[in-house]
């Protein structure tokens, strides 16, 4: 419903266009909650924080021996659901003095607006990022010396894919490491080379190289004491809903407002076969997945 603001112009203000300006800016600088790293697979509507989305497994089927008489017997696909709660709410709230200027100015591309739309980026994927390190397996740390580094991050890059090939975790994989990771690894011929390094776009999203089955990415926002998560995006979902851009007017400033709302939850997701399923048929939430793996590295001192 058109409202009447002190400012007569404002009814004209068109959310659906700051809303895409916004996704636009937003998406690309997510790691953890990028698709790369998290799925988006999930079932419901996000309107409040408290609200719950559902996740649904799909059970592996068992193969059969065929042989007669008894031919063959057809099974029925079968899920399992797992709840993804929304527990974050954050929001943006602009300051304008006359909405359609701005609008058509480019307001999301100014430089405050850009740095807020940063912040709430910063916000959310460094919660996602902590979701995924504290559900998933820890490994050995990995110790380097000043003349090793990149040969030992190399290395260890590629005992996690291993890791991962033992449990069968399909293509597409992911491995982000810290920045401090990126300085040493980006050394090795093997990243240095890698087709990925240096193309244009490579940016988006932290991603650094391809290599050995992994999109390596980077970001600033890394776990507390993890340097390296390797994964796949089946095993964490990203739940995220901006609730539409409102406006108004200030009732402490001569001018108006724009605020959005941010709400988004993420979750570990568990599989029939590969997780531990307790008597009730839920799963054991206590233990790590082994669908992502997580690694500390032990710098010189010297």
């Given amino acids: 419903m058109a409202q009447s603001y002190q400012n007569q112009l404002s009814g004209t203000f068109v959310s659906e266009e700051w809303n895409s300006g916004l996704l636009t800016q937003f998406d690309p600088l ?23 989305v559902h996740i649904n497994s799909l059970t592996r089927p068992t193969v059969g021996d065929y042989k007669l008489p008894e031919g063959m017997t057809a099974q029925r696909p079968e899920t399992v659901d797992q ?14 003095e006359n909405i359609e200027r701005v609008q058509v100015a480019g307001a999301m591309e100014s430089p405050i607006n850009k740095e807020m739309v940063r912040a709430l980026a910063r916000e959310a994927d460094s919660f996602m990022g902590r979701v995924i390190a504290a559900g998933a397996t820890a490994v050995p740390n990995i110790k380097v010396t000043a003349g090793n580094a990149p040969q030992a991050l ?22 982000v490491v810290s920045p401090r990771v990126k300085r040493y690894l980006v050394e090795h011929p093997s990243i240095s080379n890698a087709g990925a390094y240096g193309e244009a776009g490579v940016t988006k999203n932290g991603v650094v190289a391809r290599l050995a089955g992994f999109t390596v990415l980077s970001t600033t926002a890394m776990p507390a004491g993890v340097d390296i ?8 979902t990203y739940a995220s809903q901006f609730t539409g851009f409102r406006q108004g007017q200030s009732e402490k400033y001569r001018a108006d407002y724009i605020d959005n709302l941010h709400l988004y939850g993420g979750k ?22 082994k669908g992502i793996l997580r690694a500390s590295v032990e710098w010189p001192t010297s």
């Fill in 154 to 175: 190399y290395g260890a890059v590629l005992d996690l894919m291993l890791a991962l090939d033992s449990n069968d975790i399909p293509e597409g994989r992911y491995v």
């Fill in 268 to 289: 570990i997701v568990r599989f029939p076969g590969l997780d531990t399923v307790k008597p009730d048929h839920t799963f054991d939430e206590s233990k790590p997945t």
């Fill in 83 to 96: 709840l993804l709660h929304i527990t974050e709410a954050k929001f943006l709230q602009l300051l304008v």
């Fill in 229 to 236: 998560v390797a994964g796949h995006s089946d095993f964490s």
């Fill in 30 to 52: 997510l790691v953890w909650g990028s698709r790369i790293v998290s799925n988006r697979s999930y079932e419901g509507d996000i309107r409040q924080r408290g609200d719950a």
